[in-house]
């Protein structure tokens, strides 16, 4: 069974709730970033999104552009991303997605790509600009070689579109909380009990979700703290922080956050 | 042959959508409205008012006989865009989306921009249907283009600067990309070129094929018969898109598009996509694109802002592996040298970008023969961009 699978039956099994971290594989360096996503893992993240930098990131947020611009800076590239995720899956059981937009991933050709992650033990493949449509190319190689295609669904896609689109997903389900990139707002996306409104939209939403899918329901964007992981982590099997961890781990304090966000999703 | 991309907007391997799940719906909402607005005859009907009395359509087709006798050899017929208002050909499409937007109930419009044709485009197109609108421009080409960020900020647009990248016109469609997913609801993104995810490339196109059936209409009229070629400059590639339109079933009519070769192809400081790129997906589609082995988008380097990207209109990759235009390249130098024949010549200020397709038509006019005719669009004039070439004289003066 896939690694990602078996996390969410074990987790489920014991009533618990999973953390999903994201790293920009190469920022600021391979070497640096390796001992970030070590420290990760060593921390408490039940799954790993391992970001392929690209050069135009049209979803993501400043953070994440900086750190892929710093990343492509320093020469990373896919095959060393490669090389590194089998550097990890040798010291970790921890499944691991590989994040990327699809030029990087096209470029590189479908079938060695999905021959070569899953030879470096990636567990499955999050593409963010390449939606349902456009993924039977990917699809193909993907399930020759046992990986997971985990579908994105946006506040704007409609039930039926999302049951249409989970009708051939795997793993879990990825749910975008908010309209916008990725990255932490000025507003809170997730404000604790003073502001309703909006946690009962997200509460709502993912509940519509659940009449769409049996999958596991993963939440992200936005997400950058112990509370705001408590409030998403109430309603969904899993919360997803990306920007928050890219952040911390330029400030030294990756492993700290790690922890209170993990106490906080393993806490509800 | 056949011009119309499948149902998911393929032109043979090129095009689609590839964008985040969160803009899926609005693009296909898009498209539905589209499609039922081009069947409307009452949307035609206000669409061609409008270009007829606002932007001054049909715009002329124009013999340039002193050019015509410099260039020794074909005939020279320049279509006129230039005299549009807003100077260029981009407020064909900027009308036509916005009546869209209109008809679609969204208040609020938003372009990216490169040599600035765009944006003004679009902040007129708001201004004349009371709509609000923001721009997304490259820092670098806020710089290039001062008089066109000054336009668009006094027919009340909003221009953001955009400092990523190379800060010119990738990275501000970019910006517009990330802008639009946090307010697709109440806004209608208007992609100026043939690019973008479907429906985009097929609906720009559409928007600017009247170009291409002036000019048929107008050729008949004054030759009586059909051009040998036709020869714009490619971007994104909507001018020629549109003129091509008219005449791709006419196999005798030579299509010529003209990419910017900026300092030269082996420099690898260029705009020729086609020329010296590789298939890639940015922007919502896959088309030929600057880019390195590990599928990094590389910069795009042209004198001229408007040609400046690395990508290039889905239809134009596919219209090349069939070889139904021929696609060149025109050096920064090859076109200031064209600016200034048809300046003094004709008295024409012309766009750097349309002075490229001047250029070609140079290299061309002799080959062909006097017997012949070739029709250049002259996609724009050249005001926004005389700064710009007053700097680069001055520059190449010191070397």
């Known amino acids: ?268 | 042959m056949k011009h119309e991309p499948d149902t998911r907007g393929h032109f043979g391997p090129y095009g689609g959508r590839y964008v985040a799940e969160t803009l899926m719906p609005a693009l296909i909402e898009l498209e539905q409205a589209y499609r039922k607005a081009v069947k409307d005859p009452a949307f035609h009907k206000l669409f061609n008012a409008i270009l007829r009395d606002y932007v001054g359509r049909p715009s002329p087709l124009y013999l340039a006989e002193r050019l015509t006798k410099a260039y020794g050899g074909a005939r020279l017929y320049l279509k006129r865009e230039d005299l549009n208002h807003t100077g260029a050909h981009k407020i064909n499409n900027t009308i036509g989306q916005a009546l869209l937007a209109r008809r679609m109930g969204k208040t609020r419009l938003m372009a990216e921009t490169g040599a600035g044709q765009h944006g003004v485009a679009t902040a007129t197109a708001a201004a004349l249907f009371g709509m609000e609108c923001e721009v997304f421009m490259g820092a670098e080409d806020i710089r290039r283009q001062a008089p066109n960020v000054q336009r668009m900020q006094f027919l009340g647009a909003t221009v953001h600067p955009v400092h990523s990248g190379t800060a010119t016109l990738k990275d501000a469609m970019s910006e517009a990309m990330r802008a639009w997913v946090a307010r697709v609801d109440d806004t209608f993104y208007v992609i100026g070129s043939v690019a973008g995810p479907h429906p985009y490339p097929s609906m720009v196109r559409t928007f600017q094929s009247v170009i291409g059936t002036e000019t048929r209409a107008q050729i008949l009229e004054k030759t009586g018969r059909l051009p040998d070629m036709i020869i714009a400059c490619v971007g994104g590639g909507s001018n020629a898109a549109g003129i091509f339109s008219a005449f791709l079933d006419d196999s005798k009519v030579r299509l010529v598009g003209v990419e910017a070769a900026g300092f030269g192809i082996r420099t690898g400081k260029h705009a020729a996509s086609i020329g010296a790129g590789r298939i890639g997906i940015l922007h919502g589609s896959k088309s030929y694109l600057l880019q390195d082995d590990d599928g990094q988008v590389q910069n795009a380097h042209s004198i001229s802002a408007g040609l400046d990207y690395p990508g290039v209109g889905p239809q134009h990759a596919h219209w090349a592996d069939t070889a139904r235009v021929e696609y060149c390249s025109i050096t920064d130098t090859e076109a200031l040298r064209a600016f200034d024949d048809l300046t003094r010549l004709e008295g024409i200020l012309p766009a750097l970008e349309s002075s490229h397709a001047l250029a070609e038509a140079k290299k061309r006019a002799h080959k062909l023969g006097a017997r012949a005719t070739i029709v250049i669009n002259l996609s724009g004039r050249g005001d926004k961009d005389l700064d710009n070439i007053v700097s680069y004289k001055q520059k190449h003066r010191k070397h």
Not at chain 1, 133 to 156: C, D, N, V, W, Y
Not at chain 1, 193 to 206: G, H, L, R, S, Y
Not at chain 1, 235 to 246: E, F, P, R, T
Not at chain 1, 255 to 268: D, K
């Open chain 1, 1 to 268: 069974m896939n690694r990602i699978t078996q996390t969410f039956q074990t987790l489920r099994m014991q009533g618990r709730k999973a953390l999903i971290g994201y790293l920009t594989a190469g920022d600021p360096d391979l070497k640096t970033s390796e001992r970030n996503i070590r420290l990760a893992l060593a921390n408490g993240l039940d799954i790993l999104e391992l970001g392929v930098p690209f050069s135009d990131p049209t979803a993501d947020g400043p953070v994440i552009q900086a750190a892929g611009q710093r990343a492509l800076a320093s020469g990373a590239n896919l095959k060393q991303i490669l090389a590194m995720a089998a550097r990890l899956r040798r010291s970790f059981k921890t499944p691991m997605i590989l994040f990327s937009y699809a030029n990087p991933l096209f470029r590189y050709g479908y079938n060695a790509l999905c021959r070569d992650a899953a030879r470096a033990g990636i567990d499955g493949l999050l593409v963010v600009d390449l939606p349902y449509e456009e993924s039977a190319e990917l699809r193909t190689p993907m399930k020759r070689h046992g990986l997971l295609f985990i579908q994105l669904i946006a506040p704007t896609t409609s039930p039926e579109r999302a049951r249409r689109l989970l009708a051939e997903a795997d793993g879990f389900v990825y749910y975008i909380l908010v309209k916008g990139v990725t990255g932490l707002r000025k507003r809170r996306v997730l404000p604790p009990q003073a502001d309703p409104p909006m946690a009962e939209n997200t509460k709502k939403n993912i509940d519509r979700l659940r009449t769409c899918t049996d999958l596991p329901i993963a939440a992200g964007f936005g997400i950058g703290d112990g509370a705001q992981a408590r409030e998403a982590a109430r309603h969904a099997d899993a919360v997803v922080v990306g920007s928050a961890l890219v952040e911390a781990a330029r400030k030294g304090r990756l492993a700290e956050l790690v922890r209170e966000l993990a106490a906080a999703v393993h806490g509800v």
